[in-house]
């Protein structure tokens, strides 16, 4: 069943429908005055399954071809996506971490057990100077979760000194003896993650006295300012955000939400890639729900936070699919296909309207664990088809939002949600350039969208599309090129008008200079 909907001016209005598939969209040029913060396209590793050992390091003495032990095929994929900010250590793992296993001589390092995920031995090779001159490599900034379930107060506090203060200090001098002389500048700083559940089973009033009390002493050395993060709520758990806004606000600089794009937590949560076009369908409604999560949180903060101080951090998000046949279990690998994709870009599309308390977003995970940029193996990389997403929409970092008008059809799905079929987000970045994305969710059929730019002179359009034959398409080690991006030609500029014949199942962006 189908209807047209508008959207932008939080109206749903049901009208006749039309044989051909149309769409509307008109973008204000004119009326941009939020950025949309790069951060929105962080990024999140854990120390689980293969997304640091083997994904991320190998350590300088693999045959497998490395930089300093990382591996180098994995950080020039990386650089093109220009990651604004990494999370680390975890996840739940952060919560069982003990911070000085992972310093000084490797020879050295205790081993411990990974109890989250899969009882797998962690040798602690991958420590703290491993992380942060990765996002030095990377150019970003590093994002550290602290330990509050199994950790001390003092452990924590010791922590921020050893990374980030560069006198005389106790930790300092340790860090100076594990061959690091200056101090990292971190200025995010996670105070636990997901108290409520893997780290802690807390309830929210304790918490929020707890967060108090351990952030009191993790301080602001030399010129590092930290920016705390108190560990936020998963989904729907409204009262979290209620409790921690309400007891904790002034000693926070963010608080952090979970969402992830799953059937359930509990049984099969389906393959990532034999699905239904009903499967994919009802996924786009749950990944659009995003949004409807996001306002309810936001207005709680907007009730104890009119002046929005305080911002909200989605620092996991993204598909979680069954581990793919014949993996590890507790691993949390699974392939990517082009409905991860439209996962990605209808999120951004999301995102981008709520940057002014939304600024922080973490996909779930950079590499080899659940909707994971990269695939690894002993002999190359395959790059996922929302690697190729985040790609295209790396345009969007830091330029300005262009608010916009949307007409088109949308489908209602399992559970009742109507999905619109256009998503859609725009931007000027800083030269002027505009950038319009556009993703086409009807499986079968194309739409030819009209933009509306009032005010845009004679622009050249070049364009990206990223498409394949089937919705289940994925990469490869074997056929890595399956879904990429490829030229884009289906977009006329005519004064002021833009016409665009959006292919069934694609994701575009478009540039106007
Ligand atoms: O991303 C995988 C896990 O999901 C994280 O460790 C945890 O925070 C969440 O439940």
């Known amino acids: 069943m189908k209807k047209q909907i508008l959207i932008g001016m939080a109206l749903v209005a049901s009208m006749s429908l039309s044989a051909q598939k149309e769409a509307s969209i008109t973008i204000k040029v004119n009326e941009g005055k939020q950025t949309i913060p790069k951060e929105i396209y962080g990024q999140f590793a854990e120390h689980l399954g293969t997304c640091i050992y083997g994904g991320l390091w190998v350590g300088e003495n693999s045959s497998i071809p490395n930089t300093n ?84 107060v003092e452990e924590l506090a010791k922590w921020v000194e050893y990374m980030t203060s560069d006198g005389d200090s106790p930790m300092a001098n340790l860090r100076r003896k594990n061959g690091r002389d200056k101090a990292w500048k971190v200025k995010y700083l996670g105070v636990g993650n997901e108290s409520w559940g893997c780290g802690g089973n807390m309830r929210p009033e304790y918490y929020a006295d707890l967060y108090r009390r351990y952030e009191t002493y993790c301080r602001n050395y030399d010129n590092n300012r930290l920016y705390k993060i108190a560990s936020g709520a998963s989904d729907y758990d409204y009262n979290w955000t209620e409790v921690l806004m309400e007891r904790a606000r002034k000693n926070m600089h963010g608080i952090s939400l979970h969402y992830y794009t799953v059937t359930g937590w509990s049984g099969s949560k389906g393959s990532a890639i034999n699905f239904t076009d009903e499967d994919y369908y009802w996924t786009m409604g749950k990944c659009r729900e995003v949004e409807d999560v996001l306002k309810k949180h936001i207005a709680i903060m907007d009730k104890h936070d009119p002046s929005k101080k305080v911002n909200l951090l989605l620092d996991e998000w993204g598909t979680w ?79 300005t939002y262009l608010p916009l008008e949307l007409i088109c059809e949308g489908m209602k799905v399992r559970d009742d949600r109507t999905v619109p079929l256009i998503s859609t987000t725009a931007s000027k970045d800083k030269d002027g350039k505009i950038h319009i994305s556009l993703s086409n969710i009807h499986l079968d059929e194309t739409q030819e969208i009209t933009i509306n730019l009032p005010d845009v002179k004679t622009k050249n359009v070049s364009g990206q599309i990223l498409t394949s034959k089937n ?23 005519n004064k002021g008008v833009l016409k665009v014949t959006l292919p069934a199942k694609s994701i575009v962006t478009l540039e106007l200079n």
């Open 69 to 152: 032990g990382y591996r180098t095929d994995v950080l020039n994929a990386l650089k093109e996506l220009k990651i604004p900010v990494l999370r680390w250590p975890g996840g739940c793992f952060a919560d069982e971490y003990h911070w000085m296993d992972g310093i000084g001589p490797k020879e050295n390092r205790p081993k411990m057990v990974n109890n989250n995920w899969g009882g797998t031995i962690e040798d602690n090779s991958f420590g703290t100077h491993e992380f942060l001159n990765l996002c030095e490599i990377l150019g970003c900034e590093p994002y550290i979760s602290g330990n509050v379930g199994s950790g001390t």
């Open 321 to 399: 699919w069954d581990e793919e046949p014949g993996t590890i279990r507790g691993h949390l690998y699974q392939q990517n296909s082009l409905r991860d994709a439209f996962v990605a870009s209808l999120s951004f599309d999301i995102f981008h309207k709520y940057t002014e308390r939304l600024t922080m977003a973490n996909i779930a995970q950079i590499v080899n664990v659940l909707q994971s940029m990269i695939l690894t193996n002993d002999n190359g990389i395959v790059l996922t088809p929302t690697y190729h997403v985040f790609n295209m929409y790396k345009v969007h970092q830091d330029a």
């Open 471 to 493: 919705i289940t398409d994925h990469n490869t080690f074997d056929k890595p090129d399956v879904v990429n991006l490829k030229e884009f030609k289906g977009a006329k500029f």
